[in-house]
């Protein structure tokens, strides 16, 4: 990008939101940084702000046009992740999970979205998940939370490209944060224990072994330079990003058995 771009990116308070808005606001960009908390840092701004309630998304996005003519990018970073078994999650946990992952990303893209047809101009990335383009064993409804915005991810395209707004989905593997630390971990009832142990066990060593965030800073930089986007863009190890095409070209039972290895399940 070579020229100076004002830059939100929420879920900046820890992780790959505290990165990317570090990344570019070392660049030059004006960075604003929402998250529930406020956020000390030399290279962007923070606005507390709570996502999920569209008072406190609007406020935040006047705040950004006291000072700024423009929106140019908005990254739609801030999301949780949530495991346990399909049978045990409460439907306030999957309300919860949906609300943050799915509404709270929509309301910030009807909230920027006037500004950048005014520009005609604007890019959205919506953060999702290489575990959205299938149901991970324990992680039904973070998978589905993360399929759903990729779904309203492709509609918008088509309604807003008449003003220049480009939109896409980033699917992430294992990328190495605390967010083990801040999963939402639903009851796991005595029926799926043992399994559940040791599926857990394996995803957070995923985590543990997973790509830099910085990787993740740069390979956005390389996004935001591109004229066109696809729809969709996977980062990640490669034997994570493997399990996307294998899912559309192998029968259904070969990949079930594949994932079922991958997460030894096929164990006892």
């Not at 701004?45 to 935040?60: F, H, L, R």
């Not at 800073?217 to 095409?245: C, R, S, T």
Request: positive net charge.
């Amino acid at each position: 990008m070579s020229q100076h771009k004002t830059i939100i990116i929420t879920g900046t308070s820890s992780g790959i939101g505290f990165v990317l808005a570090e990344y570019f606001g070392k660049k030059g960009h004006k960075v604003y940084g929402l998250s529930r908390k406020h956020t000390e840092s030399q290279y962007f701004k923070s606005i507390p702000t709570d996502v999920t309630d569209n008072d406190a998304v609007q406020n935040a996005i006047s705040e950004v046009l006291k000072t700024e003519n423009k929106i140019d990018v908005l990254i739609n970073n801030a999301g949780m992740g949530m495991v346990g078994s399909v049978e045990d999650s409460s439907k306030e946990d999957i309300l919860k999970l949906f609300n943050l992952n799915l509404v709270g990303a929509v309301q910030m893209m009807s909230a920027v979205m006037p500004k950048m047809r005014e520009n005609k101009f604007g890019q959205i990335i919506n953060v999702s998940s290489i575990g959205s383009e299938m149901g991970l064993p324990f992680r039904g409804f973070y998978s589905a939370s993360k399929s759903a915005l990729d779904k309203v991810t492709e509609a918008m395209r088509y309604e807003v490209y008449p003003w220049n707004v480009n939109v896409c989905s980033l699917h992430l593997g294992d990328i190495k944060t605390n967010i083990a630390e801040n999963r939402v971990r639903t009851k796991v009832s005595e029926p799926y224990k043992n399994v559940f142990d040791k599926v857990y066990a394996l995803m957070n060593s995923h985590v543990g072994d997973g790509t830099e965030p910085l990787e993740v800073a740069e390979y956005v930089d390389q996004l935001l330079n591109k004229n066109k986007w696809k729809p969709h863009y996977y980062f990640g190890k490669f034997g994570q990003k493997i399990g996307v095409p294998l899912k559309w070209i192998l029968p259904q039972g070969t990949y079930e058995n594949l994932m079922k290895k991958y997460n030894k399940l096929d164990k006892n």
